[in-house]
T-cell receptor, first 115, second 112 residues
Framework: DGGITQSPKYLFRKEGQNVTLSCEQN?????MYWYRQDPGQGLRLIYY???????QKGDIAEGYSVSREKKESFPLTVTSAQKNPTAFYLC??????????????FGPGTRLTVL | GESVGLHLPTLSVQEGDNSIINCAYS??????FIWYKQESGKGPQFIID?????DKRQGQRVTVLLNKTVKHLSLQIAATQPGDSAVYFC???????????FGGGTRLMVKP
């Protein structure tokens, strides 16, 4: 897991509620990412941020929102507009954003379940 | 983006044997590839990477081979151990910036 932490590990949400997933990194990485993983499937990109105070939509951004006010933090809010939010959410970070290619390192994940 | 896929969804090997996990990619412009290992309930763990100017790269008990002619990537694990049991993903860099496309994953099962 390196220097990337996610909390909580498990999260339960009632329908109609917004919930926020935390992601913090102490690797001094410029770029951070949020992915969604459904059972037996690969990772799909929700949002990414290549620099503080800037972020871009990924492939499945509808029903999610993010902020990047600090370099080390990239919280993800799952809104009530997300119709099927039950999934495993993974945060990642990398040294470079737009300036080159580098490995993305992942946090331990948050499993969100809608009751 | 273009897709990255895997030939075999499940691979079962005997402990001590060598394992080979394959991955096909379709974006000829991709210049960076990564293999990740994901254990149940955990985040993906970086194993090894390779850039497009290389054909082979070795790590500890792992080797990645890149064949750009047929757009094929493979991960070889030597002397497979029970602790190697996991799902393995390949990923390719695409487009502007450090963006990755992930394959669907291959489950490796090691029999004692």
């Amino acid at each position: 897991d390196g220097g990337i932490t996610q909390s909580p590990k498990y999260l339960f949400r009632k329908e109609g509620q917004n919930v926020t997933l935390s992601c913090e990194q102490n690797l001094n990485h410029d770029a951070m990412y949020w992915y969604r993983q459904d059972p037996g499937q690969g990772l799909r990109l929700i949002y990414y941020s290549q620099i503080v105070n800037d972020f871009q939509k990924g492939d499945i951004a509808e029903g999610y929102s993010v902020s990047r006010e600090k370099k080390e933090s990239f919280p993800l809010t799952v809104t009530s507009a997300q119709k099927n939010p039950t999934a495993f959410y993974l945060c990642a970070s990398s040294s470079y954003g737009a300036g080159g290619t580098d490995t993305q390192y992942f946090g331990p994940g948050t499993r969100l379940t809608v009751l | 983006g273009e897709s990255v896929g895997l030939h075999l969804p499940t691979l079962s090997v005997q402990e001590g044997d060598n394992s080979i996990i394959n991955c096909a990619y379709s974006n000829s412009a991709s210049d960076y590839f990564i293999w990740y290992k994901q254990e149940s309930g955990k985040g993906p763990q970086f194993i090894i990477d390779i850039r497009s100017n290389m054909d082979k790269r070795q790590g500890q008990r792992v080797t990645v081979l890149l064949n750009k002619t047929v757009k094929h990537l493979s991960l070889q694990i030597a002397a497979t151990q029970p602790g190697d049991s996991a799902v393995y993903f390949c990923a390719e860099n695409y487009g502007a910036g450090n963006m990755l496309t992930f394959g669907g994953g291959t489950r490796l099962m090691v029999k004692p």
